[in-house]
Structures are given as C-alpha cells and as structure tokens.
C-alpha cells in the first residue's frame, strides 16, 4: 500500500510537502491544512497561504525515497529503458537494489521486478521505498545474485554491481533468448573486464554508453547553458542474448 496519499506543493516556494494520512490536519511552516480540505485540488492555509494538492506520481515519490548507497540517476534510467525498449508484459532481474531508484523506475514500466540486494542495510531501504511507493509488483530477495538467479525466461537484467561478470554464466540461463542484460559500471577496467567475460556466451555486446546532461538557463534575456552539468555517473554497457 503506498504511504504517500497526497502531495502539496506551495504556491509561493514550490516546497512539496507529503500527506500520509487524509484524515487529519496537516502542519506546515506556511500554515495548516484542514482534513476536510485535503480533497480539493486548490487550498488555501490557516494562514492563507495557497497549496496545490496532487496525486502523487512516480517522480513525486521518488524525492521522498530513504537515501542509502549511490543510486542511479534519471538519465541513465531512462536510456536503459529507452534501449531496450522496456515494456509491460516483462519480467526483469534487478541487482544490487541499492536504495531502489532503478527497480522502482522499472516497475512503473514493466510487468514484475525481482530485486537482488545482499547487503543487509542497502535491503531495509529497498524495502522501505518499495512500500513509500506502493508498487506490487516488485519482489525483494536478500539474496546473492553471484551465487545465482532462481528466476528463468527473463526480458532483462540489469546490473550495478562491483563485478559484474560474476553474474554472467547465471545471466545467460535465465534470460530467454533475445533477452537484455545492462551494466551500469563507474570505471573503465570493470567495463573491460565485464566485456571480456561475455567471449565464447550467447551474448552480443550492443554499445557501451556515457551520458552527459546539460541543463540551460532561460530567463528573460539569457539563454545560456548552465556552468556546471552533471557528467560522469556511469558507463552503461548493452549486452543481448542471440
């Protein structure tokens, strides 16, 4: 059951704010909502301050997800799912859950996620934001995805994990032929070293990838990119099974 019933953003800071329960006041440093105005689209505050109520969607949610180890960011999630041209009717082997970002991206998408997540601490926060975000059809495994994947006839895994090519030789017999396998790696030498490993396997490696992004200022006058851009996050690696 999602636990975020409500998003309220603030007209004058644009501050969101999340509503857990519909059945009780909501305090704020701009005012009170009352619980019989929490079902209006427009509301305004005890102190007159004026909030947009919203349901909240995925990427609402995802800025209130419990933080833990690194995770990947939209743009590397939205370039695996655009590459492998995700869908609704897949079955998809996500490891290491890390803080959830990407299984839970997926899941908006695809049919079911299995989570791989052996670090005991990094598994609480997948499991805490599974349930912030409501998704049903996510299952988590505090399981050691090098030791195997019980799970067969998959559309894709993906990986972020320190060494990848652990997890190859189980890779290539869960996944149904023409099945995605995706690292996400920080460094070069893991990149060889991940490739390396695919020789003499049923898997084709597509590209390897590094995205850059760029935001640009525009206001009045100026338009202009910004000074700093995100840059190096990661290398995505795009491997098929033929």
């Given amino acids: 059951m999602r636990t975020i019933q409500k998003i309220a953003v603030h007209h004058k800071t644009g501050k969101k704010y999340i509503l857990k329960s519909l059945v009780e006041d909501f305090y ?14 427009e509301v305004q505050s005890s102190t007159g301050d004026l909030f947009t109520l919203l349901d909240p969607q995925f990427a ?37 859950g890390g803080s959830g ?35 049903t059809n996510v299952t988590t495994k505090q399981e050691d995805i090098y030791q195997g994947i ?11 994990l320190p060494e990848p090519w652990q997890v190859v030789v189980h890779a290539e ?4 032929t023409g099945g995605f396998l995706v690292a996400y790696l920080p460094n070069l030498t893991q990149v060889k070293e991940f490739v390396d490993s695919l020789r003499k396997t049923k898997f084709t490696v597509i590209e390897t990838v590094e995205l850059l992004e760029r935001k640009w ?5 100026i338009m202009r990119p910004e000074f700093q851009m995100l840059g190096h ?9 033929i």
């Fill in 217 to 221: 200022k525009i206001e009045g006058q």
């Fill in 28 to 41: 704020t440093p701009a005012g009170t909502l009352k619980k019989e105005d929490v079902h209006k689209t």
């Fill in 60 to 96: 609402d949610v995802a800025e209130f997800f419990q933080r833990g180890p690194q995770v990947i960011l939209a743009k590397d999630i939205g370039l695996i799912i655009a590459k492998t041209g995700l869908s609704k009717e897949w079955n998809v082997v996500d490891a290491g």
């Fill in 233 to 241: 996050t990661g290398f995505l690696t795009f491997v098929r099974k």
């Fill in 173 to 176: 017999k869960a996944l149904k």
């Fill in 150 to 160: 019980t799970e067969s006839n998959v559309d894709l895994i993906t990986l972020d």
């Fill in 101 to 135: 970002a990407l299984c839970l991206a997926l899941a908006q998408v695809c049919k079911e996620v299995f989570v791989y997540e052996i670090n005991p601490e990094h598994y609480k926060i997948v499991v805490k934001n599974v349930g912030i975000c409501g998704a």
